[in-house]
């Protein structure tokens, strides 16, 4: 039995509970959709700014290299919690391009920290950038979503 996140250690003051099921419905099952499971458990918010962010939980089933999540999980993480990012915003999309850069690897049965902004938005193309942090200054891993708006 894994020990449980511990959420609150990581979860700021100005963070305000964010209902995606509410938003999108509740098909985000493959990363977020099982908060009591062994592979990843997700809290949304909002921050100050309003920005979507995101507290995850990466289970031991999301081992790649030993002892550390595989960069799949990494990017499944990061590909709901940008792609949330737009709709949060207002803009509904599917991602059609995700481009990360692996910085440093993830300790399994931590707590990590998405932050999120959407950077631009052109036409049907919204750009939103992501860092998934241990909250403080180790950077695992940062992307580019260019999402497409499909409504
Ligand atoms: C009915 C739905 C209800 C949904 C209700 C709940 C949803 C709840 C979501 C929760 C939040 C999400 C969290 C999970 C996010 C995922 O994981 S989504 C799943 C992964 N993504 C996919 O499977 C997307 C598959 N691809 C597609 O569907 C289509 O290729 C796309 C992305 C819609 C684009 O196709 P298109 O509509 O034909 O667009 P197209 O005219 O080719 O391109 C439009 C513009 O975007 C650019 N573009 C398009 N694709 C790309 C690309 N890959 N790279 C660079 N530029 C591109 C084009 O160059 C063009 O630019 P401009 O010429 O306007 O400057």
Redesign the pocket.
């Known amino acids: 039995m894994a020990p449980l996140p511990d959420f609150e250690a990581l979860r700021k003051t100005d963070w305000t509970p964010f209902d ?1 099921p509410s938003l ?2 509740k ?2 099952r493959f990363v977020s959709g099982d908060p009591q499971g062994k592979r990843f458990r997700l809290r949304y918010f909002r921050d100050g700014k309003n920005d979507l962010v995101a507290l995850a939980w990466f289970g031991e089933e999301t081992e790649g290299p030993p002892g550390h999540a595989h960069g799949g999980s990494m990017a499944a993480v990061l ?6 990012a ?2 949060a915003a207002g803009h ?6 995700l481009n990360i850069h692996f910085r440093k690897l993830l300790p399994l049965e931590s707590v990590a920290q998405v932050d999120t902004e959407v950077v631009s938005v ?4 919204v750009l939103v950038r992501g860092r998934l942090t241990d909250g403080k200054e180790g950077l695992y891993a940062e992307a580019d979503c ?3 708006r ?2």
């Open positions: 995606a999108v419905g098909s985000l590909d709901e919690v940008l792609g949330l737009a709709w509904p999309i599917v991602v059609g391009n052109k036409g049907r193309k260019l999402c497409i499909i409504l």
